[in-house]
């Protein structure tokens, strides 16, 4: 089923990575709970973005982690995200529609990524990711990540601001 929120590709080899420096990190909460983006080298995780031939200059990569549920939101700068899981925590990625009057909030002070209520807001499709799962994920959708228990989460993370998440599943498909 293609969807157009989300798409799991075949689950990833063992990923050789190491985290080097910060790039960027957001507070979530209160609680002090951040996202973080690193910086990461990875031999896997080139030869994969090599792989996309001349689009290939149209992706990067980062180190992700996450220690607590993230509110529903669309990226900031990301139009799609191609998440190789690591550490998954039990959390559930959900995807949203939004009525008319729905609230948006600005969460940064660059971008277009807003924050949405979720009182606000109808799930419409949604996915639990599991150590070595890859899925596709459309940033301009509003979604959120969920978890009873907050352990850490931790991807490597492929994105693009360039292309669009059809665009995206379209060179992923011509590669096969």
Do not use: W
Request: hydrophobic share 35%; glycine share 4%.
């Amino acid at each position: 089923m293609v969807h157009s929120l989300f798409k799991k590709l075949a689950a990833a080899e063992c990923i050789d990575f190491k985290i080097l420096d910060k790039k960027i990190e957001f507070e979530l909460d209160a609680q002090g709970h951040k996202i973080q983006y690193s910086n990461v080298a990875s031999e896997y995780v080139d030869r994969f973005i090599a792989s996309l031939g001349e689009y290939s200059q149209h992706f990067y990569k980062s180190f992700v982690s996450i220690d607590t549920s993230v509110p529903p939101h669309t990226d900031i700068v990301d139009q799609v995200n191609i998440n190789f899981y690591i550490e998954t925590g039990d959390y559930q990625t959900t995807f949203y529609k939004s009525n008319n009057n729905s609230l948006k909030f600005t969460y940064a002070d660059h971008g277009d990524g807003h924050a949405y209520d979720i009182k606000e807001l109808e799930p419409i499709d949604s996915f639990i990711a599991y150590p070595g799962d890859v899925y596709v994920l459309n940033g301009k959708t509003i979604h959120g990540v969920n978890s009873a228990n907050c352990l850490p989460r931790k991807f490597l993370q492929v994105s693009t601001n360039k292309l669009e998440y059809d665009q995206v599943l379209s060179i992923l498909n011509n590669l096969c």
